[in-house]
């Protein structure tokens, strides 16, 4: 079976960072595009981050492009989202998510994880 493990998440101060890892298992993780969303409070569920199954294609929303880095590690089925000057808006549910192939890019997912919560508050 799929699985998905979030961590790294917690409370930061606005203008902090954050680094959110996922540990992936139960598929070949190297031939997947892998991707973040959140979801904050009484909001729809938002994608805002993949990386291409050999990490030569990453894509953002406006809403974190700039400040959120994605990247992965294939050798240890690991995908990883550095998060820089952190906003309020950013507070939300983080989830790692599988893609449908190498190369999707879509908002869609085939599985995610439980997630990890990441509070931004002075």
């Known amino acids: 079976d799929v699985q998905l493990v979030e961590s790294g998440g917690g409370l930061v101060q606005p203008g902090g960072s954050l680094r959110l890892s996922c540990a992936a298992s139960g598929f070949i993780f190297s031939h997947y595009s892998m991707k973040w969303v959140r979801q904050a409070p009484g909001e729809r569920r938002e994608w805002i981050a993949v990386?291409?199954?050999?990490?030569?294609?990453?894509k953002y929303s406006d809403s974190v492009k700039g400040r959120f880095t994605i990247s992965r590690d294939n050798a240890a089925s690991m995908v990883y989202l550095q998060m820089n000057d952190l906003k309020a808006e950013d507070t939300a549910v983080y989830f790692c998510?599988?893609?449908?192939?190498?190369?999707?890019?879509?908002?869609?997912?085939?599985?995610r994880g439980q997630g990890t919560q990441v509070t931004v508050s002075s």
């Open positions: 998510a599988k893609g449908f192939d190498p190369l999707d890019s879509g908002p869609a997912y085939t599985n």
């Open positions: 990386v291409s199954s050999s990490s030569t294609i990453t």
